[in-house]
């Protein structure tokens, strides 16, 4: 069982910058992916970034460089670095845990956090 909680989302102005936090209990050790999807209203959940044990990332392609994920083991927590934030960001954003890192996020997702609120204003 892993408990994955997020932080850091709020609200900001266009062009501005956010990083989001998951901690998460415990943090996989092996064969893993780690994620960050994100859904907004009216729309599907989409993957956003991801990053396997190997540390490959992957990122969906419509980010055009923004975000950038990273983990820090020994403080049990993945993060996304976000800049140049836009309206079109605005979203919940979720973190997940699963098994294989696909184009954009991780497949065979067994684990989802509760989401944290990004707004992003013009």
């Known amino acids: 069982q892993v408990q994955l909680v997020e932080s850091g989302g709020g609200s900001v102005q266009a062009g501005g910058s956010l990083r989001l936090s998951c901690a998460a209990s415990p943090y996989p050790t092996r064969n893993y992916c780690m994620a960050w999807f994100r859904q907004a209203p009216g729309k599907e959940r989409e993957g956003v970034a991801g990053i396997n044990a190997n540390g490959i990332t992957v990122y969906a392609d419509s980010l055009q460089g923004r975000f950038t994920i990273s983990e820090d083991k020994a403080k049990n927590t993945l993060y996304l670095e976000m800049n140049n934030l836009k309206p079109d960001d605005t979203a919940k954003y979720y973190c997940?845990?699963?098994?294989?890192?696909?184009?954009?996020?991780?497949?065979?997702?067994?684990?989802w956090g509760q989401g944290t609120q990004v707004t992003v204003s013009a």
């Open positions: 997940a845990a699963g098994k294989v890192l696909v184009e954009v996020g991780c497949a065979r997702v067994n684990y």
